[in-house]
Nanobody, 122 residues
Framework: QVQLVESGGGLVQAGGSLSLSCAAS????????MAWFRQAPGQEREFVAL????????DYQDSVKGRFTISRDNAKNTVYLQMNSLKPEDTAVYYCAAGFGLSTNVGSYDYWGQGTQVAVSS
């Protein structure tokens, strides 16, 4: 098993940047495909970005392409999400997830962090 802890959320003005981190403990994070999801109030959890075990493959939700960058450092068991040019519609709780399949589906991931709040003011 792996335990995931997100950090780096906060309040930022539109156009600003935030960097999220997801620290993994237990089984090495290099064993897992990793992803970020987000959930706004009253909405379903949605895919944001994913990265393969070795970091060579990434994918993004269309609305964040060109603004967000996912990366990982397996030596530090950490996955990152750099978020630039933030918009009010990016406001949500952001969750880190780990699994054995590279997928945009919530159900494909076995382990989840507790989430970190991101709020973007207009």
């Amino acid at each position: 098993q792996v335990q995931l802890v997100e950090s780096g959320g906060g309040l930022v003005q539109a156009g600003g940047s935030l960097s999220l981190s997801c620290a993994a403990s237990g089984r090495p994070s290099s064993s897992y495909e990793m992803a970020w999801f987000r959930q706004a109030p009253g909405q379903e959890r949605e895919f944001v970005a994913l990265i393969s075990r070795g970091g060579s493959l990434t994918d993004y939700q269309d609305s964040v392409k060109g603004r967000f960058t996912i990366s990982r450092d397996n030596a530090k068991n950490t996955v990152y999400l750099q978020m630039n040019s933030l918009k009010p519609e990016d406001t949500a709780v952001y969750y880190c997830a780990a699994g054995f399949g590279l997928s945009t589906n919530v159900g494909s991931y076995d382990y989840w962090g507790q989430g970190t709040q991101v709020a973007v003011s207009s």
